[in-house]
């Protein structure tokens, strides 16, 4: 039985860890050959040889500020692969560094900028000219839940990147419509992932002051964003774009959370 996005060509950043590790694996089950782009060699060739080679897979070190190696990132896709159907652009960091306004200094303000908001400009304009081509092609940017609301533990450049990614993002998915490139913004909840256990590790009380706020009363799991990109990537979400999608556990959705 073919799969949701079978012989369909994904670029996906920082595919090595997280939600991008979880929608490689994804996408490779639903039948898409994708291209990995992460700045961990070791991992990412690992990734590759553990999903079955490059009939599947390929791994592609990229500095997602570079503009030149992002570039290289999406014509690997289109030589290697025949096309560039779906750009899940989704690396990012969250410093210790970047945290009150009052606290944050401008060298890691701009570092936050360029690796969360900046690398989503270029991945866009990397794969807009191969979606327009074709006529169609699906780009799901990571954003947050904070580009919607008040973070309850400050991290100012974070959180105000995430708010570009996703005003950037309904422009280009009302701008490309009628062109047939639809273009969405994921916005996870606290998830499960590397950054969220780093963060426990280095100060558990700001880390459960997430928790707190979330009705589910867990976090989510990479692999629960990984489905709902692949909903965004697949044509379940046909008629979908220019979207702010909400994966975050009924953060946004809740007034007082109930203990």
């Not at 503009?67 to 690997?76: G, I, M, N, S, Y």
């Not at 866009?124 to 954003?143: D, F, H, R, V």
């Not at 692999?223 to 009924?250: C, I, K, R």
Request: proline share 3%; with cysteine; glycine share 10%.
């Amino acid at each position: 039985m073919a799969g949701r996005i079978q012989d369909r060509v994904a670029v996906v950043t920082g595919g090595c860890s997280g939600i991008g590790l979880a929608t490689v694996q994804r996408f490779v089950e639903e039948g898409a050959k994708v291209v990995i782009g992460d700045i961990d060699d070791e991992r990412g060739h690992t990734v590759v040889g553990q999903l079955g080679g490059t009939d599947h897979a390929t791994y592609v070190h990229v500095d997602v500020t570079d503009k030149e190696q992002v570039d290289a990132l999406f014509k690997t896709a289109k030589d290697t692969y025949g096309s560039v159907d779906i750009a899940f652009n989704n690396a990012g960091i969250s410093p210790p560094e970047d945290d009150s306004i009052l606290d944050t200094d401008l060298d890691a303000w701009r570092k936050v900028q360029e690796v969360n908001l900046t690398s989503v400009y270029l991945c866009c304009k990397a794969a807009l000219p191969y979606m327009l081509e074709q006529g169609k092609g699906s780009i799901i940017n990571t954003a947050s839940f904070v580009a919607v609301m008040g973070a309850a533990t400050s991290q100012i450049s974070y959180s105000a990147s995430k708010g570009g990614v996703l005003s950037m993002t309904r422009e280009l998915g009302v701008q490309f419509a009628r062109q047939g490139v639809r273009v969405n913004a994921l916005c996870p909840g606290p998830v499960n992932t590397p950054l969220l256990q780093e963060l426990f590790a280095k100060d558990a009380e700001r880390a459960a002051r997430r928790l707190v706020h979330v009705p589910m009363g867990r976090f989510g799991e990479p692999e629960e964003m990984a489905a709902a990109v692949l909903f965004l990537a697949s044509d379940d979400s046909s008629f979908m774009t220019a979207n702010t999608f909400l994966v975050d556990g009924g953060i946004s959705g809740a007034y007082v959370t109930p203990l």
